[in-house]
């Protein structure tokens, strides 16, 4: 299944004034967290590419551009619900952060869990952050700045991550 883009207005999230959208995975199978992902990130006002799938597999496809997704793009950011059906969230962060192309993409775990459990888990597998949804908008947005600020100026990451 191809994924679905939604392109949101907003200040730029890439370096040096450029007006280059970045380009957002959201991994989610709930229609409902999607829209309120989509409208916190419109909220958050981030020139934005959002692509959405809707399961772990899928995700995996999308990353490594196989199947209906040979042409994604590579995403600046994933967005990943841990509760996923065919694959789990935890497998798939665990899958991204061993791969040496994919592992240096930030993923934000997005999850209703507060288990002490899932959020030690995502960390140990090297998330990002950890968010507990429902999202509140304006944390949300500083957060995605603060991930710009830190991942995007100050990390040095391979030239096709800039």
């Not at 551009?65 to 665990?94: F, S």
């Amino acid at each position: 299944m191809a994924s679905n883009v939604w392109q949101r207005g907003g200040y730029p999230m890439s370096s040096a004034g450029s007006a280059k959208p970045i380009d957002i995975l959201l991994v989610e199978d709930s229609p409902t967290d999607a829209l309120i992902t989509q409208e916190a990130l419109s909220y958050s006002k981030i020139l934005n590419r959002l692509h959405i799938v809707t399961d772990g597999v899928d995700a995996i496809h999308f990353l490594r551009r196989q199947g209906p997704h040979q042409e994604a793009p590579r995403p600046d950011l994933i967005l990943l619900d841990l509760n996923l059906p065919k694959k789990t969230g935890a497998e798939v962060l665990k899958e991204i952060k061993g791969d040496p192309i994919l592992g240096s993409i930030p993923v934000v775990v997005l999850s209703t869990s507060q288990a002490e459990e899932d959020i030690n888990r995502s960390y140990g597998l090297h998330a990002s952050c950890y968010i507990t949804k429902p999202v509140d908008f304006a944390k949300f947005a500083e957060v995605v700045q603060s991930i710009r600020h830190f991942w995007f100026s100050v990390v040095t990451l391979p030239v096709d991550r800039r």
